[in-house]
């Protein structure tokens, strides 16, 4: 039994070994209908438990598919009916009864505290659904698409990212340590990344800058990622921090100074940090990106079940 928490703890030998059954999968399920079973049903009887403490749409879809793609079944929870939140109910007892009536623990929280908690009392395998500092899940689907639409390994490519400092830019940033890739990062100065990201980027041999101006950010990107200015639970004046961001907003010019054949990424939702004519563009490869989540995810799953040929 595995856990997925955090890309940094994983060995880079497992995340690659994810991706390439990732790839398998999808190619072996082409003429397969959403809720038909992969060959085998290797996650037969088994009962992945979800619990979003965030609002989310693609993360539950893509986990809810994913599950039962592999032959088993999900539950998801509304953490304001759990005795968690609102009776007092421990974490240590939650997570007994967790790991008694289901099979694997998915948890969207704003909490990285709680991560680690659950982490330490349940038996089951915990896979971190998105956190106020992480969202791994993400970044290795998007690398998976990233590989897929550009036809080599991420390590030979320049991948930019144009915008905040949050959760997803923590993830990819651990991706370029992992997968030792160049990334570039176009951010105001105000919103770089957090001391600990910092120091993180600083005490690993890596292939990171950070720009503050978002022309020289893209310039030879082969990949432009963004992602919303304002995040979940993001506690700031909103419409100050989106006026500190206006210069770095992803438009038709600034993908014009990338590489001719840059792609632009985005976890979606998306917010004001990109033009309409980039999202909606033929460079702009979001949809599949959010779908290729379910294939990800899958062998996620069977990573943490163990179960990863
Ligand atoms: N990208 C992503 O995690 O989307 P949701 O918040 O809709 O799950
Ligand atoms: N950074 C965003 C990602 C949403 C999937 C947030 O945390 O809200």
Redo the contacts with the bound molecule.
Sequence with gaps: MRNFLNLKDIPVRDLKKILFDAKRRKRLRKRLNNLEIDKGAPLKGKLLIQMFE?S?L??RLSFYLAIKQLGGSTLTLRPDELHLSKGGESIQDTAKILSNFGNAFMLRTDSDKKLEEFEKYLSIPIING?S?SS?PT?ILSDIFTVEEIKNKSISRLNITWIG?S???LNSLIAASIKFSFKLTIGCPAKYQPSKKIMKYIKSNNNKISILHDPKKAAKGADVIFS??V?????KVNTSKKLNQFKKFKINKKLMGLAKKNCIFLH???RGKEVEEDVFLSEKSKVWQQALNRVHVQKSILLYCFGKLR
Excluded: A, E, W
Aim: with cysteine.
């Design positions: 965030k989310s693609r993360t998105l106020p969202h993400q905040d949050n959760n997803v992602d919303k304002i995040s979940m639970n993001d976890c979606l939702p």
